[in-house]
């Protein structure tokens, strides 16, 4: 039997459980298994790899993302850039750090981009990469809310796909700019991406701080929260007419990539 996992605290609602579960069961792999290892401090990390020899992998979520990487051997090169990872392989006794968020962000919000624009130039592009192509025409701006593990895969992609972006942090000293700097700001970022858990189940009457009367119809929110599937950040931008997108299919996609790394 080999064993798959994710790391994290607290991991009360795990998607990750949930999908591996159904996919196994779906596509009848019937050899794996996976389960939660909660745990508060990244120092009980080496025990969970001792402890558990059939582990061939590990998701890694939130406070996790950047500590484990003291633990790991090697580490994929966009890691090295990224500084986060949130996909570990196990392979003969060595371990190996990814970041599978940066391939599920970049090809969602290549879509959700996309998507937004009607023109006969969006409706007959072939592939959504060269639909992308043509956006860059657009010059969009990004503000990118929260500095954690997540945000540095959402940076990589921005950086990338040549998107200026701002981030947003509620500490000075660790983003651009303060929530309370963002008054009359709005209008210069037409992308905003929330990376922070700001909204999240079980706290969904919580959302960003932002000015929402400056949102119009030409924004784009994109919330990696995915639990509710509509945010309170993204009901704010709807009522303004702003296009939304939650982070549930970045999940699907991050998670497919972890299972191709996995198994290669």
């Not at 001792?50 to 090697?74: R, Y």
């Not at 624009?117 to 990004?142: C, G, M, P, Q, W």
């Not at 929110?221 to 299919?249: C, I, S």
């Amino acid at each position: 039997m080999s064993l798959y996992g994710l790391i994290g605290y607290p991991l009360t609602h795990s998607f990750s459980k949930k999908y591996f579960t159904g996919k196994f069961e779906k596509e009848r792999i019937d050899h794996a298994k996976y389960e939660l290892f909660e745990i508060k401090d990244i120092q009980d990390f080496p025990s969970i790899i001792k402890n558990n020899p059939a582990l061939k992998g590990l998701n890694v979520t939130i406070p996790h993302k950047e500590a484990v990487m003291q633990f790991l051997d090697e580490l994929d090169e966009p890691v090295k850039k990224i500084k986060a990872v949130n996909v570990i392989k196990v392979m003969n006794g060595k371990l190996k750090g990814y970041n599978s968020d940066y391939h599920g962000f970049k090809t969602s919000l290549e879509k959700f981009l996309a998507d937004g624009k009607t023109s006969e130039v969006y409706k007959h592009a072939d592939e959504t990469r060269k639909v992308f192509e043509t956006l860059r025409v657009f010059e969009i701006s990004a503000l990118v809310l929260g500095t954690g593990g997540a945000a540095k895969a959402v940076k990589a992609v921005l950086e990338d796909l040549k998107i200026n972006y701002k981030t947003v942090s509620r500490n000075k000293n660790q983003g651009d700019l303060t929530y309370d700097e963002l008054k009359g700001q709005l209008k210069n970022f037409p992308l905003i991406i929330n990376t922070s858990p700001v909204g999240m189940y079980p706290k969904t009457d919580a959302c960003p701080d932002l000015p929402y009367e400056e949102i119009t119809n030409s924004h784009y929110l994109f919330d990696l929260v995915y639990n509710p599937e509509e945010t309170l950040f993204m009901k704010k931008g709807e009522e303004k007419g702003a296009r939304t997108k939650n982070g549930l299919e970045m999940l699907h996609l991050q998670a497919e990539k972890a299972w191709a790394i996995w198994n290669a």
